[in-house]
């Protein structure tokens, strides 16, 4: 059985983090399914470089490695270990505010993965580029869905049905609770079923993560 929505994440972009708590809330209110699946930041901006932008290049980099973990993680526990490694792995980003994953990468997966009751050899993975094959596949359907211009998240509701639609986004500052968040995801998968292009503005709040 397909899922209802495909959500495309990289775990070091703040706002994905944000968008999946989110999609998360209203995942607590209805019953639908979500499959988690990868979208690479790295691989995206491969093509541009990261000329006077080592510092993107290191944090892209990192995202990179969680997404070959949590490759492992879906490789024993299915969608629900990406599930429950993205959870813990985001918390701790975004959430704490800790910068492991660019100093201690090893450790620092291999408490998360323990954390999301998995095994913390699933960290063993973040330098097995083996695990690249199907980051980049998920990475380039969810490209080919959106356009190319586009980072990260990209949502497809209802994936292989003939009302297909896919967004880059939605990318908000802070996480819709309760009815708030039905309302915007209602709202949300209207715009995208309508076959809207693009909707936006370049102002944007701060992220907060609580």
């Known amino acids: 059985m397909n899922a209802d929505l495909d959500f495309f994440f ?5 706002w994905a983090w944000i968008t999946s708590r989110w999609v998360s809330e209203v995942q607590s209110q209805r019953s639908y399914d979500v499959s ?8 995206v901006n491969a093509e541009r470089g990261y000329a006077n932008n080592s510092q993107y290049e290191a944090i892209h980099n990192a995202g990179l490695q969680g997404l070959r973990v949590a490759s492992a993680a879906r490789s024993i526990e ?3 270990g990406v ?6 792995l985001g918390t701790a980003i975004h959430h704490d505010g800790r910068r492991d994953l660019l100093e201690n990468p090893h450790a620092f997966l291999s408490e998360v993965a323990t954390s999301a009751s998995l095994p913390k050899t699933i960290a063993d993975a973040f330098t ?7 980051i980049r596949f998920e ?3 969810a490209l080919g869905r959106t356009g190319k211009d586009v980072g990260t998240p ?11 639609a896919s967004l880059f986004g939605p990318v908000i500052s802070k996480i819709p609770r309760g009815d708030e968040a039905t309302k915007l995801w209602d709202a949300v998968q209207t715009i995208a079923e309508s076959g809207v292009a693009e ?6 709040a701060a992220p907060q993560f609580d």
């Open 10 to 14: 990289d775990p070091v972009c703040p």
């Open 36 to 43: 988690w699946k990868f979208i690479s930041l790295r691989m």
């Open 78 to 80: 299915g969608n629900a």
């Open 83 to 88: 599930a429950a490694f993205y959870t813990a």
């Open 128 to 134: 097995d580029e083996t695990h690249d094959e199907v």
């Open 139 to 141: 990475t380039e359907i």
């Open 154 to 164: 990209i949502l497809t509701f209802n994936p292989k049905a003939v009302n297909e």
């Open 199 to 204: 909707i936006k503005r370049s102002l944007r």
